[in-house]
């Protein structure tokens, strides 16, 4: 977990990112999102929002191992995330190089 964190700490110095529910889905609306994090702790109605999204879109979906206040903590951010987007498809390769399965 501390190397994932490590390279989410790396994205988000990037700027190539969004956080929140509405600003995941308006960036896999336009085509921006290269891959999508969920915090496993994000209510079950909004993550099926976005999963539909993210497969209508074909953009990976990763489920972060931890409470959205870690999510928002690994984000560099003081307050909870639900789900962030990454747009720069690099960055997204990165971080999914570090998880089975996305």
Known sequence: ??????????????GEYFVGFNETLKAMRKGMAKLVIIADDTNVGMKADIEKQAKSKMVQ???FAGSMQELGYACGKSFTVSCMTITDPMAAGIICSLVDGC
């Open 1 to 14: 977990m501390d190397i994932f964190n490590a390279r989410l700490a790396e994205v988000t110095n990037s």
């Open 61 to 63: 979906v990763l489920v």
